[in-house]
């Protein structure tokens, strides 16, 4: 099932989002994009309140029954809130990406990182990108176990 995706948010090439509070603070979610087929999410590790993070670490752990999922930071800061909603309902993360099943409020720490973060046009843009690859890659593995079936 597609989401609607939010215009009045920033996105990043690691299917994170960043939703503006005020002018230091930004809350972080994650998108719909990397759960597509996913089973139920069980659990998310998440760092602690207070933690700083840096853009492009490893910011948190989401698994299913099936599948695990690294996220990454797109921007450096310090964790001002976890979201306590997730402790109870993980799948909210799935269900309610852009609402409900966001991970964090971070202070950010250096603004000019956010020029990194697109549009949600060019999101868009990168996940049909990325979807033709898988398609594309998934089409020359068929292809290969097609032509070692003929030998």
Do not use: C
């Not at 964090?104 to 843009?125: F, G, N, T, V, W």
């Amino acid at each position: 099932m597609k989401k609607h995706r939010p215009t009045d948010i920033k996105y990043s090439t690691t299917h994170t989002w960043v939703r503006m509070e005020t002018e230091k603070d930004v809350l972080i979610g994650v998108t719909d994009t990397p759960f597509k087929g996913w089973s139920e999410v069980t659990s998310i590790d998440l760092p602690k309140k207070g933690i700083k993070v840096k853009q492009d670490m490893t910011l948190a752990k989401i698994e299913s029954e099936d599948s695990l999922h690294s996220v990454i930071s797109p921007l450096s800061g310090k964790i001002l809130i976890i979201n306590p909603e997730l402790a109870k309902n993980p799948g909210l993360i799935t269900e309610e990406p852009y609402d409900d099943g966001w991970l964090m409020k971070i202070r950010i720490e250096d603004p000019s990182e956010l020029a990194s973060l697109l549009e949600r046009k060019d999101y868009e843009e990168l996940v049909k990108e990325e979807e033709e690859e898988e398609a594309e890659a998934g089409k020359e593995i068929f292809e290969e176990i097609i032509e070692d079936e003929e030998e």
